[in-house]
């Protein structure tokens, strides 16, 4: 069964430093998101991107974030500076077609600023 | 924003007992998820609902679709010790060109031999 597969599984970085998220999309979907779950919360909206642009972004998506498709499956998601706060599980999702809002979600990676 | 309440906020129960949980908004969805998490890992999509009354079934589970559009609700049958983790309720908005979930606050469930 195809499924969205994430890298790295766990990091650790120091705070100020740039991290990047990668993300394998299910291959015949269009649409790519992140969402982020800080330990013990509820999981929330980050970015979308479809058709190589963001569709939209939370206010938590300020600047130090930004999203890439270098290629043609992977997704990725870069922390510029990293602050303490960042610190959370990022999901990677994909879903095939606007209106059928079913995303699929990957196994997630931990983050952790220190 | 938006906001999605889950009640109970967690549940310990008997294997073999049937659950149920709810989810209510203060503004309506046009379509309900229901997800799983596993501890460390990602949500599972177990359910989505597309339609006001609508009641669907995966197994164990059946989850209904709220008339008003603004609530739905998960019942689990005859829990098992793999039914243990966390239940979130999602409402998806189209936003541009892609979609975008809100989560609900979560229901966590134990389930004790």
């Known amino acids: 069964e195809p499924e969205v597969t994430q890298t790295p599984s766990h990091q650790v970085t120091q705070m100020g430093q740039e991290v990047i998220l990668r993300c394998v999309p299910i291959s015949n979907h269009l649409y790519f998101y992140w969402y982020r779950q800080i330990l013990g919360q509820k999981v929330e909206f980050l970015v979308s991107f479809y058709n190589n642009e963001i569709s939209e972004k939370s206010e938590i998506f300020d600047d130090q974030f930004s999203v890439e498709r270098p290629d043609g499956s992977n997704f990725t998601l870069k922390i510029r500076s990293t602050k303490l706060e960042d610190s959370a599980m990022y999901f990677c999702?994909?879903?095939?077609?606007?209106?059928?809002?079913?995303?699929?979600f990957g196994q997630g990676t931990r983050l952790t600023v220190v | 924003g938006q906001q999605l309440n889950q009640s109970p906020q967690s549940m310990f129960i008997q294997e073999g007992e049937d659950v149920s949980m709810n989810c209510t908004s203060s503004?309506?969805?046009?379509?309900w998820l229901w997800y799983k998490q596993d501890p460390g890992e990602g949500p599972v999509l177990l359910i989505a609902l597309y339609k006001a009354g609508e009641l669907t079934s995966n197994g164990r589970l059946t989850a209904q679709f709220g008339i008003t559009r603004k609530d739905s609700f998960l019942n689990i049958s005859a829990s098992i010790p793999s039914d243990v983790g966390i239940y979130f309720c999602?409402?998806?908005?189209?936003?541009?060109?892609?979609?975008?979930?809100?989560f609900g606050t979560g229901t966590r469930l134990q389930v004790t031999l």
């Open positions: 503004s309506i969805f046009n379509t």
């Open positions: 999702a994909s879903s095939a077609v606007t209106g059928v809002t079913e995303a699929f």
């Open positions: 999602a409402g998806p908005r189209i936003s541009g060109t892609a979609s975008k979930l809100t």
